[in-house]
């Protein structure tokens, strides 16, 4: 008997013996860069004439790991592995599945400081940021095998005189697993193992930024003796394998996150039909976000300037979550600016993530910064630059912390999404206003209301059209199985990653019924 689910601890590195262990990894995952990777399809491994290189963003002479590249014939020959390996895998039963992810969270918990290195190195998290993707991962793990188990149960029905009836979650068949680089670790591994647990075999092409700890997670699969086939490996470009894994008529599903551009492309290739194609496709699509933070007179505004300096900088505001527009009433939007513009200058520093003193390491690479650059200087112009606003360094993609006030609801910079350390004060005439801002973008993933006014929260509870919507806290860091996550609007398919109705995507149900 299992007992019930709880949230692996975080780890802050109060302890001396925590940051020993951290120091220790670091230094384990230096001796291996420049290794060689592989792809395996089908429990075979395949090294391609074609390869690219895995590069540290924090110092890009680094190459963290040299990786095998998927083409078109090595897309097909996964998704024939993956077709072969669920004529199998889909009668496996649903606790034996669950069993394989327990085992990995086992080793995930055992290997959490290494697993954690990597992406110091290959993404430049902090090690705080980065040992919470590990611990989300394996949450996602142990919550998906007790889910299962729970689907696998006999279902309640109504009774019905002289039938006996059942209903069975059956897997969908082969999907294609495209996870985002900035969550590399947990949205990989919840994307994974919640298609596999459910029955299902899987293409999984990881980020072409993050390919290093893709194949970390996937050596725990080897490990772990998952079947040949249930995981086939293969990293490539986006733009040049995506198509086809998506188009294929092999493919049953797809699970994807990532930017709304792809995933719109996605969603609609995905709906034409092949001709020799047995199902409508179905795909789990979670985007980006224009997530807010709202404060009025009545908040504790300490808290919101913590608040927003945390969910606005935290991995350079890299994250789907990150908070990019702080609106604020009129009657405490100066005060609040000039909390945060402090709270940032004291607490936000710059640099290389290996070093732990350091609170903000480097976007992830030369386009992410580029971007970055070209909408701070839309900022500017926007509205009135009063924090960063250029790069630090020459070496590594690192970019100071930006704030702009005075930024107009409609304005590029409090519409389109960002995804670096760039934050826009936006002025709100009272609470029904910061309302009415809050909702104007075609996102709808995250926000925040700071207020002690009971009404106020009550009218952002109804009318604040997000998917995660927190009070009095940031609006990142979202918990599975406590804060099951998903957007609106263009944010996506609102899919509750980390919920009880997430497996429920990678199933459909089956009902049977016996006249006795
Ligand atoms: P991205 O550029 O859309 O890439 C995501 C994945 O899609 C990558 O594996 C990428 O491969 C792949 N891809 C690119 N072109 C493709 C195509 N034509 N067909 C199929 N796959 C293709 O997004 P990203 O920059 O990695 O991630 C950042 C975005 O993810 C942000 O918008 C963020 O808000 C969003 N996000 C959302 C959530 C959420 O839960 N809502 C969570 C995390 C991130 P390559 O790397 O090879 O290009």
Redesign the pocket.
Known sequence: MLPPFTNEPIVLFTEPEQKLAMEQALQQVEREFGREYPLVVGGEHLLTADKFNSINPSRTSEVVGVFSKGDAETARKALAAATKAFDKWRWTPPEERARYLLKAAAVMRRRRYELAAWMVVEEGKNWIEAYADVAEAIDFCEFYAREMMRLGEPQPLTPYPGEENNLYYIPLGVGVV??????PCA?LVGMTTAALVAGNTVVL?????SPAIAYKFFEILEEIDLPPGVVNFL?????V???L??SHPKTRFIA????????L??NR?AAKAKKSQLWIKRVIA????KDFIIVDGSADLDAAAHGIMTSAFGFQG????ACSRAIVTDDVYDTVLEKVVALTKEKVTVGDPRDFSNFMGPV?DAA?ETKILEYIEIGKKEGRLVLGGDKRSAEGYFINPTIVADVAPTARLAQE?I?GPVLAFIRARDFNDAVKISNNTVFG?TGAVYSSNRAHLERARRECHVGNLYFNRKCTAALVGVHP???FNM??TDSK?GGRDYLLLFTQAKVVSEAL
């Open positions: 495209i996870p985002p680089w900035n969550f949205i092409k990881p980020a072409s930024a990293p490539g470009s986006g733009g394998i995506g198509d894994l998506v994807f996150t990532g930017s709304q551009e792809v995933g492309r996605i290739l979670e985007m980006g976000g890299q994250k789907c979550s992830i992410a999404e995804f993933l996550f998903g957007g944010s996506g990653a």
